[in-house]
């Protein structure tokens, strides 16, 4: 059974830049969320998407938005990058309840 | 809103000491509870959860919690550190009932664990 993926790795995009960060969710999971973990920080929930419907937000503007395709891969796009955004994003995919999480995608942003 | 506590952002222990890394939540309906470990540059892996029934609960790695409704708390124990301990951990939970968004999780800041030679 293939777990959470996650791409790029690692990214680094200038201020006022607009990013495109990827998740594949674990076979038959119906269910992502995307999470944002600045240093030094627990993970803060910034979306999740159900079926292909953003199913509850986070305290997180609206220049971040998703995107849920119908084998459930995720997108989480941000635009107008300020520096705060430098933070590691991670996809959780879950189908009762537990979630799995991604190894993350590190984002700096300069 | 949800609230959790982690005291102590660090906690250092020796190689085979006892390890008790503490977490409080702030909810009147105790919520499903969570411990995740993070190694660095990774995402977080479950060590255990508490959802319902024995209060004890056992998770991987010789890592054990446990559910104190009278003091709101989730403390993470193992009785003998290893090396392999030395991580990240975080406490998590998520409330119960309709309308919660499916298993949203509320983070603590998080406990640097290091356990010493």
């Known amino acids: 059974e293939t777990g959470v993926t996650q791409s790029p790795t690692h990214l680094i995009k200038t201020r006022g830049q607009q990013v495109t960060l990827r998740c594949s969710s674990q076979s038959g999971h119906n269910t992502v969320s995307w999470y944002q973990q600045a240093l030094g920080q627990g993970p803060q929930f910034i979306f999740q998407?159900?079926?292909?419907?953003?199913?509850g937000r986070g305290n997180f503007p609206p220049r971040f938005s998703g995107l849920q395709f119908p084998n459930y891969s995720s997108e989480l796009n941000v635009n107008a990058l300020e520096l705060d955004d430098s933070a590691l994003y991670l996809c959780?995919?879950?189908?009762?309840?537990?979630?799995?999480f991604g190894p993350g995608t590190r984002l700096t942003v300069t | 809103a949800q609230s959790v506590t982690q005291l102590g952002s660090h906690v250092s222990v020796s190689e085979g000491a006892l390890v008790l890394l503490r977490c409080n939540y702030s909810s009147s309906v105790p919520p499903y509870l969570f411990w995740y470990v993070q190694y660095p540059n990774q995402g977080l892996q479950l060590l255990l959860k508490y959802t319902t029934g024995a209060t004890l609960v056992k998770g991987i790695n010789g890592f054990e919690a446990e559910f104190k409704k009278s003091e709101t708390s989730f403390h993470l124990t193992k009785p003998s550190a290893h090396m392999s301990d030395a991580a990240e951990y975080f406490c998590?939970?998520?409330?119960?009932?309709?309308?919660?968004?499916?298993?949203?999780?509320?983070f603590g800041r998080g406990t640097q664990l290091t356990v010493w030679p």
């Open positions: 998590a939970v998520t409330p119960r009932g309709r309308g919660s968004t499916l298993g949203r999780l509320y």
């Open positions: 998407y159900y079926r292909e419907e953003e199913n």
């Open positions: 959780a995919s879950s189908s009762m309840g537990e979630q799995y």
